[in-house]
Nanobody, 125 residues
Framework: VQLQASGGGLVQAGGYLRLSCAAS????????TGWFRQAPGKEREFVAA????????YYADSVKGRYTISRDTAKNTVYLQMNSLKPEDTAVYSCAAGPPYSSIDYSVPRMYDYWGQGTLVTVSS
């Protein structure tokens, strides 16, 4: 599976962005998919994930209520809608896919097998 993340950019605090993670490969829509972010000088942290069926979603406390993860199976794409952005949301955001048809510990990076390149999100105050 190959993943392509896009949608990052510069936005003012309180604004919104939608990130996309497009997957290619057979049964790409059957993979649990997560978003992680890494700010300068900080460790990578879990942001959100969606299970392989698209029914279950999971969020870090820091983004709960502001971010929404969703999957478009027909387009093999997972989206991360980010609203009410804060300067502390500034980071490189990366998407990752885990083993197909699997339930995993979504917040743990090593549970994912495939990673896309990052997309930079910058939130100005």
């Amino acid at each position: 599976v190959q993943l392509q993340a896009s949608g990052g950019g510069l936005v003012q605090a309180g604004g919104y962005l939608r990130l996309s993670c497009a997957a290619s490969g057979r049964t790409a829509s059957s993979y649990p998919t997560g978003w992680f972010r890494q700010a300068p000088g900080k460790e990578r942290e879990f942001v959100a994930a969606i299970n392989w069926s698209g029914v279950g979603t999971y969020y870090a406390d820091s983004v709960k209520g502001r971010y929404t993860i969703s999957r478009d199976t027909a387009k093999n794409t997972v989206y991360l809608q980010m609203n009410s952005l804060k300067p502390e949301d500034t980071a490189v955001y990366s998407c990752a896919a885990g083993p197909p048809y699997s339930s995993i510990d979504y917040s743990v990076p090593r549970m994912y097998d495939y990673w896309g390149q990052g997309t930079l999100v910058t939130v100005s105050s």
